[in-house]
RNA sequence: UCCAAGGUAGCUCAAUGGUGGAGCACUCGGCUGUUAACCGAUAGGUUGUGGGUUCGAGCCCCACCCUUGGAG
């Protein structure tokens, strides 16, 4: 018995877009899915229950993170990450290649590994392709992700072949190293940065391997939503049909849209609960900053069209007053919108491919946000 | 009534006699595998009032007004 399957339910014909299901051990995923993002056991601001309850099955949480703080062995210990954060869905953790990145100052790399300064005390940990996978395996989560390098943008091409070589070699002893493979899966992740022809070098490497599913890192790193777009319409076709793909860190309702197009399955993003925290929501007509004084008297929702809880209970006029007041239930509250958005549109999504209607879905939805999305 | 300390941005406070600043608040913007309840920008001033000394005063001198504390 594998640890993941994946069923390709429905191929859309007028772009690459399609329906699929995952199953892990732990649930059963219809995709395109958005998984919101839990870094370190938690999803910022939101219960379990909440994000359940939206219809999130699987969520993401962070190796590095929890590596640090509490440590995995206590992880372990506490019965598995499942149970220590109470969630009963499924969990992809990202493996730190994300923090190779996001951490540059506090890092060096090498063939063995990623020698990490700790950004909580300053001490020195050597992350390396085995140590990622222990910590994983310890942690229990259902999706695993190879430890990789998430090369910067830009980076001149020389330097993201070399990284891109290490990061295949880097998941052949991830492979090498995952043994509890009858419960948890392993995605390799391509690399290459904005060059087409490195993408290809990396998802031919990858693939080889012969993985349960394929993510696409590197990208959303910096680099403007064209090249993006553009390295996008060349990776998805590198990639195995029968096989999840999974399109790391991104999150705006705009590129969701996009990937899907594109052929992408799964999604994961801080974007939501980040902004939620600072004041902006999405909404069915764009981006809304409830810091905005035009809003101080407005007593109708966030999203006349949303029926969250947030929007069926509070005013716009509420949540800029608590937001403004630094009050705790801003954070919940706006977090909450953002996730039940983007999971609803996901859902939405899904059935517009199921109906043909994707397309639609899509030309509306730019139609009904105006510009919030531009380029 | 006397004594003392003090009056500088909306608030709390800096500023050897030499171009009046900061933090917070306000207004706006940004955030994409979380080092982020974060970061950035704009705006905001007759330095309590009136005189004086000085090339030059928020700062020194005089008077007055106001605030706080103490004494009676």
Same mark, same amino acid.
């Given at each position: 018995m594998s640890s993941l399957k994946f069923e390709l339910l429905k191929q859309s014909e007028r772009s690459k877009a399609r329906r699929g299901r995952? @199953?892990?051990?732990h649930s059963v995923i +219809?995709?395109?899915?958005? !998984?919101?993002?839990?870094?370190?056991? @938690?999803?910022?601001?939101?219960?379990? +229950?909440?994000?359940?309850? !939206?219809?999130?099955?699987?969520?993401?949480?962070?190796?590095?993170?929890?590596?640090?703080?509490?440590?995995?062995?206590?992880?372990?210990?506490?019965?598995?990450?499942?149970k220590f954060m109470n969630w009963d869905g499924s969990i992809l953790t990202d493996s730190g290649g994300f923090q190779v990145f996001s951490l540059g100052k506090l890092r060096k790399i090498s063939e063995e590994g990623v020698k990490f300064q700790s950004h909580i005390d300053g001490s020195s940990h050597m992350l390396t392709p085995e140590k990622v996978m222990e910590i994983q395996t310890a942690l229990g989560s259902?999706?695993?992700?190879?430890?990789?390098?998430?090369a910067p943008y830009p980076a001149d091409r020389n330097y993201v072949k070399n990284s891109l070589e290490r990061t295949s070699r880097w998941l052949k002893r991830c492979k090498e190293a995952h043994w509890n493979t009858e419960k948890q899966a392993l995605f390799g992740i391509m690399q290459g940065g904005m060059y087409k022809d490195l993408r290809k070098l990396s998802a031919e490497q990858i693939v080889e391997m012969d993985l349960p599913g394929y993510s696409i890192g590197g990208l959303s790193v910096g680099e403007p939503k064209e090249i993006m777009y553009d390295v996008m319409d060349e990776c998805v076709d590198y990639l195995p049909k029968e096989k999840p793909r999974y399109l790391m860190g991104v999150g705006s309702p705009d590129c969701l849209f996009e990937g899907v197009a594109r052929g992408i399955d799964m999604f994961d993003c801080v974007l939501p609960t980040r902004i939620a925290r600072n004041g902006m929501v999405f909404t069915s007509e764009g981006k809304l900053s409830i810091k905005n004084k035009k809003y101080e008297r407005d007593f109708t929702p966030l999203d006349?069209?949303?029926?969250?809880?947030?929007?069926?209970?509070?005013?716009?006029?509420?949540?800029?007053?608590?937001?403004?007041?630094?009050?705790?239930?801003?954070?919940?509250?706006?977090?909450?919108?953002?996730?039940?958005?983007?999971?609803?549109?996901?859902?939405?999504?899904?059935?517009?491919?199921e109906e043909d209607r994707f397309e639609e879905l899509r030309t509306r939805f730019y139609e009904e946000t105006g510009d919030t999305w531009k380029l």
């Open positions: 995952i @199953t892990t051990l +219809e995709t395109p899915v958005f !998984m919101p993002v839990g870094t370190q056991a @938690t999803v910022k601001a939101l219960k379990p +229950e909440e994000i359940s309850d !939206m219809g999130a099955r699987i969520i993401l949480s962070n190796t590095y993170h929890l590596y640090l703080r509490p440590g995995h062995e206590l992880i372990k210990e506490a019965g598995g990450l499942h259902d999706i695993m992700m190879a430890f990789d390098e998430c006349h069209k949303c029926d969250c809880y947030v929007c069926r209970n509070y005013s716009r006029a509420y949540l800029r007053h608590i937001f403004k007041a630094n009050e705790i239930l801003s954070s919940m509250l706006l977090s909450h919108h953002n996730i039940y958005y983007l999971v609803n549109l996901m859902k939405e999504i899904r059935l517009a491919i």
